[in-house]
């Protein structure tokens, strides 16, 4: 088993790897989980006052944080084996899900670290989500507050195994999103809403 904990440098890293955990040398602040191909958008904001119109420049946001200068102070590691972190979440006691304080220490880091990795608008979203069918479904829904920025972190919900795909991919119809979150996401959801409680 690849020691998840072993740091590569950039150059090590090639695109069949996919996302893994970024971390800038000298560490300072959490990792980045991605890859150094992830585009980012383009935001422009249109102010208007009366009749009067105010564009503020577009700028990009999201994406690969970092340039070529950087890539010398690069250093990752794998992702944890969502797998193996569901196969220990289904050996606890009162599964499924279990609490999140019952999936053993190894467990706890495993999930800190992916918590760790998500941006504020993919924890917002997480937190947002509103039950949509019965709760062994584990179907939500949330209102749209950025037409397609739902949808963009669905995107790397998927890829983390978050977020349902294929049959049951998520959607946006309306002013209202529909996902199905797999259970290591719903183990996910309830840690940030724990986390928000209790401040």
């Not at 880091?109 to 062994?136: K, M, T, Y």
């Not at 290591?184 to 840690?191: D, I, S, T, Y």
Request: glycine share 10%; aromatic share 8%; hydrophobic share 35%.
């Amino acid at each position: 088993m690849t020691d998840i904990l072993q740091p590569r440098p950039f150059a090590e890293w090639h695109e069949d790897m996919g996302s893994v955990l970024w971390f800038f040398a000298p560490i300072t602040e959490p990792p980045y989980v991605g890859t150094p191909l992830d585009l980012g958008r383009t935001m422009s904001v249109e102010i208007t006052i009366g009749f009067e119109q105010i564009e503020l420049p577009a700028q990009d946001v999201g994406g690969w944080p970092w340039s070529q200068e950087d890539e010398h102070q690069l250093w990752w590691t794998q992702l944890p084996d969502c797998n193996e972190i569901q196969r220990r979440i289904d050996g606890q006691p009162g599964s499924p899900p279990a609490p999140a304080n019952d999936c053993g220490p190894e467990g706890e880091v495993a999930i800190s670290v992916v918590i760790n990795g998500l941006s504020p608008a993919q924890r917002d979203l997480l937190v947002r989500l509103q039950p949509d069918g019965p709760a062994e479904e584990l179907r939500f829904s949330y209102a749209i507050q950025s037409k397609g920025a739902g949808l963009q972190s669905c995107s790397a919900f998927i890829k983390r195994q978050i977020v349902l795909a294929g049959d049951d991919h998520p959607y946006e119809n309306g002013h209202r999103g529909y996902l199905r979150l797999t259970p290591f996401g719903a183990l996910l959801r309830e840690r940030l809403i724990k986390e928000r409680r209790n401040g």
